[in-house]
T-cell receptor, first 110, second 111 residues
Framework: QKEVEQNSGPLSVPEGAIASLNCTYS??????FFWYRQYSGKSPELIMSIYSNGDKEDGRFTAQLNKASQYVSLLIRDSQPSDSATYLC??????????FGKGTRLSVIA | DGGITQSPKYLFRKEGQNVTLSCEQN?????MYWYRQDPGQGLRLIYYSQIVNDFQKGDIAEGYSVSREKKESFPLTVTSAQKNPTAFYLC??????????FGQGTRLTVV
């Protein structure tokens, strides 16, 4: 059974701070990694995708991948109250459905 | 306007009743998925289809059925055998080894 683990939170950070969200996965053959943001009552929307070891930056967001440690993270710089949401980590190995973690709830305090 | 359309947005089911959730896409994606989301449970895979006229069970297929007669459509039927169907249902598509795109979801409630 492929598993994706996330701390459920809530993770509370002050406005302007860096939020760090973490995810571990069990399938060493996993190749594709995604971070989704989900506001309450809404469907998930893609924030970042990462496929190779290292960092990938997009605006205020940075995804980090370490396949040896089976670990992927998302950093949000200059956190804003509008970033308050649940963040879902999703992992895929080959042509198989994405496996989602349970999500980490982030609260940015103004 | 490309995308994934789920309908209805809200659905109410009586005890013992079958209901069908619609999912239509015009992204020309081969793969389509149905996920169920309960509070604090993340997304759990119900069924998926990677090609027309073929589909596979996911982790929680009991009490559900699907069909894939057209590339654009992947309806989900919640049967009376599903004893706890109240949840948020999400349809998603993928075009190859890429991210999944989600519809707006259907919130199903048993009354």
């Amino acid at each position: 059974q492929k598993e994706v683990e996330q701390n459920s939170g809530p993770l509370s950070v002050p406005e302007g701070a860096i939020a760090s969200l973490n995810c571990t996965y069990s399938d060493r053959g996993s190749q594709s990694f995604f971070w989704y943001r989900q506001y309450s009552g809404k469907s998930p929307e893609l924030i970042m995708s990462i496929y190779s070891n290292g960092d990938k930056e997009d605006g205020r967001f940075t995804a980090q991948l370490n396949k040896a440690s089976q670990y992927v993270s998302l950093l949000i710089r200059d956190s804003q109250p509008s970033d308050s949401a649940t963040y879902l980590c999703a992992v895929e190995a080959g042509n198989t459905p994405l496996v989602f973690g349970k999500g980490t709830r982030l609260s940015v305090i103004a | 306007d490309g995308g994934i359309t789920q309908s209805p947005k809200y659905l109410f089911r009586k005890e013992g009743q079958n209901v069908t959730l619609s999912c239509e896409q015009n992204l020309n994606h081969d793969a389509m998925y149905w996920y169920r989301q309960d509070p604090g449970q993340g997304l759990r895979l119900i069924y998926y289809s990677q090609i027309v006229n073929d589909f596979q069970k996911g982790d929680i297929a009991e009490g559900y059925s699907v069909s894939r007669e057209k590339k654009e459509s992947f309806p989900l039927t919640v049967t009376s055998a599903q004893k706890n169907p109240t949840a948020f249902y999400l349809c998603a598509t993928r075009g190859g080894y890429t991210e999944a795109f989600f519809g707006q979801g259907t919130r199903l409630t048993v009354v």
